[in-house]
Every structure is written in C-alpha cells, then in structure tokens.
C-alpha cells in the first residue's frame, strides 16, 4: 500500500479550515499555518502540527495547499520571505485551492516551476457547508500524472473533481461558476421580491421554485439565508467583486460581449458602497429590501446551511 503524502496547509479560514479538517478526518499528516491563532488552534486540536511560517510547514510536509482570500495574498505565501517557496524541496506540489484569474494563476505557477516545485489548481466550489462535510466539489488544472498523484488528497476533502485540463483551465471555469452563482443570486431576490409583493407566502414560493424550471443551486441554498434573515453563506461581498472581476477580464481577454455579469458587478459595487465589504456576498440582496421597503423572510428556514 502506497503511503499517503504529509501536506503543509495554509489559510484557515471558513473554506480552508474545513478542507484542512478533512484531510486530517482522513488520517492525513497536515502542519498547518494560518495569521490567526485561532485558526491554528482548531486544527491542532483534530490532530494538526502547527509551524512557524509558510516555509517551516512546507519543510515539514513536503508538499502544500493554499487556500487564500486573493492572488496578492497566494504570491507572498507562495514566493515572500519565509514563503513556500524557501520550504519546499524540488520534486515537491503546490495544489492552490484559491479562487485566481488565469492570468494570476499561470504566472505564479511559473515561479513554482523555476525552484522546480509542480502546480496543481484546485479551486472548489459549492460552499462553506459542502467543505465541511466533504462534499464539495474542486475544479482541478494541471498534469494528469500529477492529479493522480494526489487524488487520495483530493478525494478526502472533496466528493467530486473535475479535471479541466492544464494549469489555467481550472481558473477559468472556477470563474465561470462563480459569475452564474451572483447573477443566480440577484435573481433569485428579485424573484422572491416578486413573490412577497404579489402576495404569496415566502416559504410557498421558495418550496414551489425549487420544483420549478426556474431553480437554481443558488435559489435552493442561499435563499434560506435570505428567508432566514441571517444572510450567513461565509462569503464576502469583496470576494463577489474579486471574482467578478475576473469574469470581466477574462470576457476582455477571449471577447466576449458580456450583458450580464457587468451589471451584476454594478449592483455588488453598490452593495459594497452601502453595507460594506466585509458584508455577506448575499446581503446583496438587501438593496432590493431596502428599496421596497419590506424584508423577506419566512418561518422555517435556518441561519446556517446544513446538509
């Protein structure tokens, strides 16, 4: 039996601590670094050895994951002092978890190659409560060899991947889903502030969209959030515009005359002026509350998604 690889982890927050967490559920050696200690903490406390920087957790694993809020933050994890780059031994795999435009994701992976260090993306997709059963779904760019290499990883916090293609292919459908995900989402307010309005009981209307022609996986989860009032998907509006932004540029880039997506990006720039950045990606939707001036929420429905 082929033994399984140690991985150094970094960026615990509310995606990568849970992906972290299942990897050490699964019996995974994992030294972890994250600025908050907090965060470490968690982690050690399911069986993580903490490390002192990016590089020591390298050193001491081999092999690293990163799961990080912008490209900025991945390149001073990856190449800054006391990075990954200073920790990782050449023959080593650097699997980035983070959301990044393709652009980003091709030149950092070209700095990884030059200490002779592999570059497997694997951003995910499905949400916060999907990384912490397991069950999310990653959307993987790279050699083939080279995802099989680490598939049991892979396969230990993730129920589905997806492999696209080579370094790049991943970014560029991770952005793809996370533009259908915020317009699905403005839509989805806007169909429930329809219903509210015409008259109809808000948990009716939810329960008969998602038997309808018009559901989405957006409507079906974050919806309850709205509903619920807590607004509470784990996911920033100032991630929402990141990713927006990426979807822009990639349609200047291939051009492609997008309608949508740009207006969308209006609407959460306006959102972002008004609640903040730090306000959750579907709060968005409380510029249509707010306009109307009625909030929309129903019994039964929870603060936090569950599976």
């Not at 999310?136 to 790279?142: P, Q, R």
Request: charged share 15%; net charge negative; with cysteine.
């Amino acid at each position: 039996m082929t033994a399984r690889l140690a991985y150094a982890f970094i960026g615990l927050g509310h995606l990568g601590g849970n992906l972290a967490a299942s990897l050490l559920r699964h019996g995974f050696a994992v030294a972890v670094f994250d600025r908050d200690p907090a965060a470490v903490a968690r982690l050690v406390a399911l069986g993580a050895t903490a490390a002192a920087s990016p590089a020591d957790a390298a050193t001491r694993a081999g092999n690293a994951i990163t799961c990080l809020p912008s490209p900025k933050v991945s390149e001073a994890v990856l190449a800054g002092s006391d990075g990954l780059l200073d920790g990782l031994a050449a023959g080593g795999t650097w699997i980035e978890m983070s959301t990044n435009g393709r652009d980003e994701i091709l030149r950092l992976a070209a700095l990884a190659s030059a200490k002779g260090i592999e570059t497997l993306e694997c951003p995910v997709t499905g949400g916060v409560h999907l990384a912490a059963a397991g069950k999310i779904t990653v959307l993987v760019g790279g050699d083939a060899a080279l995802y099989e290499r680490h598939r049991p990883a892979i396969q230990a916090m993730c129920a589905k991947s997806f492999l696209m293609g080579p370094v790049g292919s991943g970014a560029v459908i991770k952005v793809i889903t996370n533009m259908l995900a915020f317009i699905h989402l403005v839509a989805a307010g806007e169909a429930l502030m329809l219903a509210n309005q015409g008259g109809l009981d808000l948990a009716q209307a939810y329960h008969a969209i998602v038997a309808s022609s018009g559901n989405s996986f957006v409507h079906e989860t974050e919806s309850q959030l709205i509903l619920n009032g807590s607004y509470d998907i784990g996911f920033t509006m100032d991630l929402a515009l990141k990713d927006l932004g990426f979807a822009l540029g990639m349609a200047r880039d291939f051009r492609v005359p997008l309608q949508l997506a740009p207006l969308v990006n209006q609407i959460f720039e306006v959102g972002t002026q008004k609640y903040g950045g730090g306000a959750w990606s579907t709060q968005i939707v409380k510029l249509l509350e707010d306009a109307v001036g009625t909030e929309l929420r129903a019994p039964g429905f929870p603060a936090k998604l569950e599976l």
